[in-house]
Each structure stands twice: as structure tokens, then as C-alpha cells.
């Protein structure tokens, strides 16, 4: 469908060579490219301007404009910051050690990949040793329990679902459940919700307060679109989560959600999603995140 | 040139953006600002409501029309496909709902035998709705779920028979030889009444959509679209550079969790909330 960033610089630029040193207006041509591949992988527009405010700034230097090789220059210039806005270093899940059980919540929108992503922390845990329990905190989606009741026999870790109807007072039992069965960690898994839904918004809120978690990752699906900004916005502000999972990356989505979510909210993204199974959970590379938005 | 009307250049760039936003595509939010630039001019439009207003109407005009409403024009039988998460389980069921409510004779197929609690999902919503479910046991092959369900259904004299099916990625060519298969088999084997094959696709989807709505199409031949979570702040933007493309109607709209929350799709109206209102 288009050209690599590379390819589409580096014909912008074969066509300006003729005349000699590169001049702002070429730059300024360079940058609607960047400004297209940024928009074409889902980037916020708001934050594609002001990220490519800063890198035009950067790209006016004598360096770039008197060089023979000025495309790549600008390719380097936009990857390096793409991918230090990305976070510099890589995420980990961060567990309290002086608490039993440790607590991670998981929230967002419906479909993103909470239950999956529930069940590939558990297996992740677990393979390091630790003790997990699954909180099937979901009470609304048909059949939401079941479906991490399954995940969860298939990995070997336990599953609480107590009554299954109040979802606040399912974390509160699950907690104490931990400590009854010596679970070092758990993990809630919550019913996915629109940020604008007050009652569910509120309910989130009353989940964290009944399990004071140590972590909330907010599980996002890398295929998102513009509207990120405000979903993600929106629950920083009412859940204030720790970071992200994204999830469904083994797709030729381009991610650029990843970057308006580090923009808007500066929350770390700290595991990819990479597929269905339980063992397809990986850290974050910024450095690769970047090259896979550009589409290198 | 817009001297006396309230359009100036910032008019412009508002749009633009309000058209990015609704995830259109920003190639297509140009095209399609720079059309209206003209049509401005050529018809002496001055003003950002009527602005506003004539583009909403042209592009309301992108969209296919159905030939045939496959769930209204029955005996029908219907397969929903598309990737993880994007709302087909729920769909089903309440397309399940309003045909019960219709009186419509309806049979629910459970061809989704690979996601865990895929099938118990499926069955909360056959209650629900009052309608039956045939499927197998978890694992199980789908073509043969596909073939259960269409032989039943025409025992029966069932009007309308939905079929959900399992999630998957467009770039997974094992999981979409196994669709097509699926597909094959219940166009195959359903000689009793017409097969439609349904994309459902999230409105918070964003420029791979097109993409996924591709693959789909050359894979198994669309014959439409439905498009869920409308009810949240997306506008869907993607369904109409989908529906450009490809050619698609979109069928319905999903506007919430509840059985009820399914729509009949307005272009007008679609495209007024893409338009946006301006500031
Ligand atoms: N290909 C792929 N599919 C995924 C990934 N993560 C989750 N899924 C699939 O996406 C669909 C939705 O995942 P769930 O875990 O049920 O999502 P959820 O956020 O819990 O959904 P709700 O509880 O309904 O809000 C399922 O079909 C999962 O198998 C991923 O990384 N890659
Ligand atoms: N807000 C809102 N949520 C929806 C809508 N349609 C579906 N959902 C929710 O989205 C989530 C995923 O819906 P499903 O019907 O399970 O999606 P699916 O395509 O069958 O998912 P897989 O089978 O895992 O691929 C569930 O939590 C649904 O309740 C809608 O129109 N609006
Ligand atoms: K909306
Ligand atoms: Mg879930
Ligand atoms: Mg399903």
C-alpha cells in the first residue's frame, strides 16, 4: 500500500538533490511525509504535531542540511526520538516485597485482552517461581468467569470466583482467599468498560480501593485507533494505572497507540501481547516498538 | 477566498483534524477536505454549518446500500467473522433477541470451538434470547459444527440461522485457510436458503482495519459489515474508508452490552457525528 518512511525520504530527497544544500521548505516537505506514516500507524493526530514539531527543530541543523546523506540523518533523528519517547528503558512489573499477597489489577476497554492477559501474567509468575492466585472479577460479561476458569486450569493456577454477582466484594474474598491458601500474588481480572460508562468507571474505582493492588497495567489493543487519547486519559485519571499491556501485537498493526500513551499519560508500556496463548506475553522494546511504527 | 463568511483557514484545519480523529485515514481526511474546498467554491458555500453539512451528505452517499437485509429477508443464514475481541458472540446474540421478538424462527450455530468459554458465552446469550445453540465439545472441527447446524436448521424450517465463529488475526494464514474452509462448507451445504458472510469490526479499530477487512474479503468474500462499541467516544471512522473500498453495507450498528443495544445503520447520521459539529 506505501513505501517504507526510508523509501518515501528517500525519494523526497532524490527529487530535491538537484538543487544543491536541503533548504527548511524541503525539510518541511520531509516532515508531511513523517507526519503521513506517523497518522497511517494510528498515532494521535494531537500528538503527531508536536512530535514533529520537535523533530523538524532537530532536522534544521547543519548537519542534516549539509549532508549527502540527509534522509537517513532523518530517519535517525525520528527513530531516536520516537524511541526515546517510547521510554528509554525496558518495563518490568514492579512487586512490593514486604507485602503478601502482592495485588495486580487489570483494566480497559471491552475485548482488549484482560482475561488473555490475566492468565499470561499468571503463567509468567508462576515460571518465576511465584504462588498466583486468578480473581475472576468480572461479573457483567457472560460467562467471564468460566473463560478465566478455563485459562486457569490449563496453566495449573487457581481460580477464585466467589459469588460471581458483586464484583467488589469478589476482590475483597480473593484477598483473603491468598492469604488462606499462601498465594503470593493476585491477579484481578476486571469486566472491560467504556471510560465514559460512570457506573462501571465508578465500580473500578471501588475494585482498587477493596484490594489496594500493587500494580494496575491497563491491557490495550495495539490495533486502536485515534480515540486512545481520550480512553486512556479517562482512566489515568479515575484509576490511575501503573502501565500498559498491549495486547494483539502479533498482527501487522502498526502500534501507534504505544506512543500516544507514553504522550498523554507518561505511563510506561511494559509487555507486549504477541497471541492467544499463554505463553505469548513479552517485555517491551521501545528501540523495536519505534522501528515498527515507522514501518522499518 | 471565503472573505465575509465565518470559513477562514482555521475552519479548514479544524475539519481536517475532526476527520483524522474519527479515524478516517489521513490521506482520505485530505482528499476529502480538499473536494469540499472546491465544492465551496463552486457553489458559493460560505458558512461552516452548511460546510458541515453538504459534507456529511456526500459522504453518507460512499456507502453501499444493501441488496437484501440478510436478517430481515428470511430464510437467511448468516456467518459472522473477525479478529479477537471485535464483538461477533454479542452481536449474535442479540440479533437472536430481536428475531425472537419478530417471531422469527432462529437457530444459533457455536462454531467458535476454540476460545476458552467461547461456548458458554454463546449459550448465556441462547437464553437470553430464547434460542437454541448448536455446537460441539470444545476442540471440536468448526466445518462439521457448520454442517450440524445447517441440518438441523432445515429439520427444523428455522428462518434464520447465526453463526458465530473464533476470533483471529487476518495475517494468520493457518487460521484463515481453516475460516475459508468453514465458509466453503456452509455455502456447501446450505442450498436451502442464501449464506451471507458478515465482518464485525470494533469502531475504536484504526487504520488496520482496512487492512483486516482486506484480507477477510479475499479470503472468504464479504458480503457486509457490523460495526460494534459505536456507543463509545470512536466515531468508526475506518468502517466508512471500508465500506468505500470494498463496497460493503454495513447491516447494523452495535451500541452496548445489552441485548437491545443494536441499531439499524444511518448513513446520514453516521457520517454527521464523523463530520463533527465544530467548535
Ligand atoms: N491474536 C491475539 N489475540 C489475543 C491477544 N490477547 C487477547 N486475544 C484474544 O482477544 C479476544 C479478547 O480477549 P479477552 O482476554 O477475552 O479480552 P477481555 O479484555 O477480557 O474482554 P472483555 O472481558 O469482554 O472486556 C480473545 O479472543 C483472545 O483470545 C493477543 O495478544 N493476540
Ligand atoms: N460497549 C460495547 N461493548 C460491546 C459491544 N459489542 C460487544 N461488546 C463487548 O465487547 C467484548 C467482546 O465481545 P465478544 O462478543 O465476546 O467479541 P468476539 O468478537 O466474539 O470475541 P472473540 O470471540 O474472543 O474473538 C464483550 O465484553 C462485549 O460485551 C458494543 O456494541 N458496545
Ligand atoms: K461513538
Ligand atoms: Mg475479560
Ligand atoms: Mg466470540
Known amino acids: ?296 | 477566498f471565503y472573505m465575509g463568511g465565518e470559513v477562514d483557514e482555521d475552519f479548514w484545519e479544524d475539519l481536517e483534524d475532526t476527520l483524522v480523529m474519527g479515524d478516517m485515514g489521513g490521506e482520505l481526511a485530505m482528499r476529502v477536505a480538499d473536494d469540499l474546498r472546491e465544492q465551496a467554491a463552486r457553489e458559493n458555500l460560505t458558512r461552516a454549518d452548511q460546510l458541515r453539512d453538504a459534507l456529511a451528505k456526500r459522504l453518507a452517499q460512499e456507502f453501499r446500500t444493501a441488496d437484501r437485509d440478510p436478517f430481515e429477508d428470511v430464510p437467511s443464514c448468516v456467518l459472522f467473522v473477525g479478529i479477537n475481541g471485535a464483538g461477533k458472540t454479542t452481536t449474535v446474540g442479540k440479533l437472536a433477541g430481536r428475531a425472537r421478538d419478530e417471531g422469527k424462527s432462529c437457530l444459533i450455530g457455536g462454531a467458535d470451538t476454540f476460545r476458552a468459554a467461547a461456548i458458554e458465552q454463546l449459550e448465556v446469550w441462547g437464553k437470553r434470547a430464547g434460542v437454541d445453540v448448536i455446537t460441539r465439545e470444545r476442540g471440536a472441527d468448526p466445518a462439521s459444527v457448520c454442517y450440524d447446524v445447517v441440518e438441523e436448521a432445515e429439520k427444523r424450517g428455522s428462518q434464520l440461522v447465526l453463526i458465530d465463529t473464533a476470533g483471529r488475526l487476518h495475517t494468520s494464514s493457518d487460521l484463515m485457510r481453516e475460516l475459508a474452509k468453514v465458509v466453503n462448507v456452509t455455502r456447501k451445504r446450505c442450498t436451502s436458503m442464501p449464506v451471507t458472510v458478515v465482518l464485525v469490526i470494533d469502531a475504536t479499530t484504526g487504520q488496520n482495519g482496512l487492512a483486516q477487512a482486506k484480507e477477510f474479503n479475499d479470503a472468504l468474500d464479504l458480503d457486509g459489515l457490523i460495526v460494534t462499541k459505536l456507543d463509545g467516544t470512536a466515531k468508526g471512522g475506518i468502517a466508512l474508508a471500508i465500506s468505500d473500498q470494498l463496497g460493503l453495507p454495513i447491516y447494523r450498528i452495535g451500541v452496548g452490552e445489552s441485548i437491545d443495544d443494536l441499531e439499524t445503520f444511518d448513513a446520514l447520521d453516521f457520517c454527521r457525528a464523523l463530520v463533527g459539529e465544530g467548535k
Open chain 1, 1 to 296: 500500500m506505501f513505501n517504507s518512511l526510508s523509501e518515501r525520504l528517500q525519494d523526497t530527497f532524490d527529487k530535491l538533490r538537484g538543487k544543491g544544500k536541503l533548504t527548511e521548505a524541503d525539510i518541511n516537505v520531509a516532515m508531511r511525509e513523517i507526519r503521513m506514516a506517523l497518522l497511517e500507524a494510528d498515532v494521535n493526530f494531537r500528538v503527531v504535531k508536536d512530535f514533529v514539531a520537535s523533530c523538524k527543530e532537530k532536522c534544521l541543523t547543519a548537519e542534516v542540511l549539509d549532508s549527502l546523506t540527509p534522509a537517513q540523518n532523518v530517519v535517525r533523528i525520528v527513530l531516536d526520538q520516537l524511541t526515546e519517547l517510547l521510554g528509554t528503558t525496558e518495563s518490568k512489573l514492579v512487586l512490593a516485597q514486604n507485602r503478601t499477597p502482592n495485588v495486580i489489577m487489570l483494566v480497559g476497554l471491552q475485548g482488549s485482552g484482560k482475561t488473555t492477559a490475566a492468565a499470561k501474567l499468571a503463567y509468567l509468575l508462576k515460571g518465576q517461581g511465584h504462588s498466583p492466585l486468578l480473581a475472576a472479577c468480572d461479573t457483567h460479561r457472560p460467562a467471564a468467569a468460566d473463560q478465566l476458569a478455563t485459562l486457569g486450569s490449563e496453566i495449573g493456577v487457581p481460580v477464585f470466583r466467589g459469588d460471581g454477582k458483586d464484583a467488589v466484594k469478589v476482590a475483597s474474598a480473593s484477598i483473603r482467599e491468598a492469604v488462606d491458601h499462601l498465594n503470593d500474588i493476585v491477579i484481578v481480572d476486571t469486566a472491560g468498560r467504556l471510560q465514559i460508562d460512570e457506573e462501571m468507571m465508578q465500580e473500578a474505582v471501588a475494585i482498587k480501593q477493596a484490594v489496594k493492588p500493587d500494580q494496575i497495567l491497563m491491557v490495550v489493543d495495539a490495533m486502536t485507533g485515534q480515540d486512545i487519547v481520550n480512553v486512556v486519559q479517562t482512566f489515568a485519571e479515575r484509576v490511575d494505572f501503573d502501565g500498559v499491556i498491549m495486547s494483539k501485537l502479533d498482527g501487522d498493526a502498526r502500534g501507534g497507540g504505544a506512543l500516544s500513551v507514553r504522550a498523554v499519560t507518561g505511563k510506561p508500556i511494559k509487555f507486549v501481547s504477541m497471541g492467544e496463548k499463554p505463553d505469548s506475553l513479552e517485555v517491551f522494546h521501545p528501540d523495536r516498538m519505534a522501528k515498527r511504527i515507522l514501518g522499518m
